[in-house]
């Protein structure tokens, strides 16, 4: 039997389809088993725990198991490459971080370009900081702490809960703006620096409003002023550091990701459930209580904030001079 070329055209052109069709009938049904929620720190810290109670909300409403998977290591870089590889058909998706954005500069060579190969599907919330002081330090304010420490260069300590966490380039942030002098002593982690800074040997530290709020309460240590641009509820008396430094914003951040060239109505459809997520009182709370605040929004949305994220930290990081340990 002879064929045509036409028959041929046609013939070539269904089967090229093929794989997209397949694509497509696929996200109409999904899903149809279980999705894994990679979580790129150990079972049992903050992104955890978010990510279980937002896999148990996301089971319930679309009827099957989100399986939360830990793939700890190398500051969040392995879960995510794992991430990145992932067939985009929207059964593995990430736990994003703050770390995303950040270790695109502090990491030159990394196998992956989080910003291209992702494809941003929720915000789920910030995490605002607070600069805390030892009591022992004479100032008492933001403006006289940038006052003191231009009079003093070199002499304030300011612990570093981490090379490259938002903690410690929240601090460099500050000394960028702030245009000061002051010493970044690296600890492995916010628990190992706070005896530090109680006992005076650091003066200052950019620490997580919810671990903080005891020692400011108590009185061992001075709250200064939140990183985020506006004030906090739970620190209503406390003035954003933008108020002192315009433009200075500094958080952590906890959102949702699946690898880039995923069918855009399964990101649409995690989209939706995610923000409905958010919504509930229950789990607002919960995220409170977490230090995690308001977040929400389009996928668009999440690109945009994460691609603004990527570019100021990269400056941050620049003029630090911070490399991964």
């Known amino acids: 039997m002879l064929i045509s070329r036409r028959q041929i055209w046609h013939f070539t052109i269904g089967a090229a389809a093929l794989p997209l ?4 009938a696929a996200a109409q049904n999904y899903p149809s088993r279980p999705v894994h929620l990679v979580v790129t ?17 996301l089971s319930d409403r679309l009827a099957q198991p989100i399986v939360v998977e830990n793939r700890p290591g190398a500051s969040a870089n392995i879960g995510t490459e794992f991430v990145v590889r992932a067939t985009p058909d929207g059964y593995t998706l990430l736990l994003a971080m703050s770390a995303n954005a950040i270790n695109a500069s502090l990491y030159p060579k990394l196998n992956y370009n989080f910003i291209s190969d992702v494809a941003p599907v929720a915000l789920i919330g910030r995490i605002p900081l607070v600069l805390v002081a030892n009591p022992s330090l004479p100032a008492k304010t933001v403006p006289e ?6 009079a003093n260069p070199g ?19 500050f000394k960028m703006m702030a245009g000061v002098d002051i010493v970044s002593v690296t600890y492995q982690g916010e628990s190992l620096a706070i005896p530090d800074l109680l006992s005076g040997q650091m003066q200052i530290m950019f620490g997580v409003v919810p671990a903080s709020l005891g ?11 939140v990183t985020t641009q506006a004030r906090q509820q739970v620190l209503p008396e406390l003035p954003a550091m933008d108020e002192f430094l315009p433009g200075f914003e500094a958080a952590g951040w906890y959102g949702v990701a699946a690898p880039k060239n995923t069918p855009a109505d399964v990101v649409a459809l ?15 709370k919960r995220l409170a209580e977490l230090g995690v605040g308001p977040g929400g929004g389009s996928a668009s949305d999440f690109a945009a904030f994460i691609a603004a994220e990527t570019e100021k930290w990269a400056k941050v990081v620049n003029f630090a001079g911070s490399k991964a340990n």
Do not use: C, F, H
């Not at 020692?215 to 002023?225: F, P, Q, T």
């Not at 923000?275 to 789990?283: T, V």
């Open 215 to 225: 020692y400011i309460r108590s009185g061992k240590l001075r709250a200064l002023g």
């Open 145 to 150: 702490l940038i006052a003191y420490a231009k």
């Open 41 to 57: 720190v150990p079972a049992g810290g903050s992104p955890d725990i978010i990510a279980r109670l937002l896999g148990q909300w």
């Open 155 to 173: 002499k304030i300590n300011m612990a570093s809960a981490g090379k490259g966490t938002p903690l410690d380039v929240a601090g460099e942030l």
């Open 270 to 284: 995690l989209n939706k459930e995610i923000n409905g997520a958010l919504r509930d009182p229950a789990i607002e």
């Open 21 to 24: 069709l397949a694509r497509v």
